[in-house]
């Protein structure tokens, strides 16, 4: 069993010594390789660096000739474009007015359309007090549960009349 032990710990001993040697190992290739991406980067900066100068230098020489392209054809056609601002401008103006004068036509119309039904609702409402002057404030009522006449408040309904020589039965309204 001592033996068994002893071997079990030499075999632990030998893996630890693996991989620290494995561990060495490695950490001397990545140090290498970074190394070696380093160098290269360094002598790629520069080249990527001249190739970004020459592509702004590029862009830049091309954007000074569109902008004097530009503005030769500017001067040239600067009548033109003069005309179709104004009729543009001139169009706008005209639909504007075009619009506020409709709109305010559409206003007044309203205006006079309202006034019209206020006047008639003044004439009904005028209807409506005489005509309450006339039955005393007594209203028609009609529901699910018959026909009624309702009394005006402070007012109570005597009954066992009649009118027109006991022909018509009649309901006399009186004070409370």
């Known amino acids: 069993m001592s033996n068994l032990l002893q071997t079990g ?22 140090r290498k390789l970074e190394e070696s991406v380093n160098r290269e980067l360094t002598s790629n900066e520069s080249l990527i660096r001249n190739a970004i100068n020459d592509h702004t230098t ?13 503005v030769d054809t500017m001067d040239a056609h600067w009548k033109t474009v003069l005309k179709m601002s104004v009729k543009r401008w001139l169009w706008l103006i005209i639909v504007s007015v075009l619009m506020f004068a409709t709109t305010g036509s559409l206003l ?36 699910s549960n018959g026909r009624f006449l309702v009394l005006p408040k402070g007012m109570k309904a005597e009954t066992n009349w009649t009118k027109d ?12």
């Open 9 to 30: 710990a030499e075999f632990e001993k030998k893996l630890k010594e693996r991989a620290e040697s494995t561990e060495k190992m490695l950490n001397d290739e990545f």
């Open 58 to 70: 590029a862009l830049k020489e091309l954007l000074e000739r569109y902008q004097k392209t530009t």
């Open 108 to 143: 007044g119309y309203q205006g006079m359309k309202i006034n019209a039904n206020m006047n008639i609702l003044r004439e009904q409402k005028e209807s409506l007090e005489k005509l309450n002057a006339k039955t005393w404030g007594v209203r028609y009522h009609e529901d």
């Open 165 to 176: 020589n006991g022909k018509l039965n009649a309901v006399r309204l009186v004070q409370e």
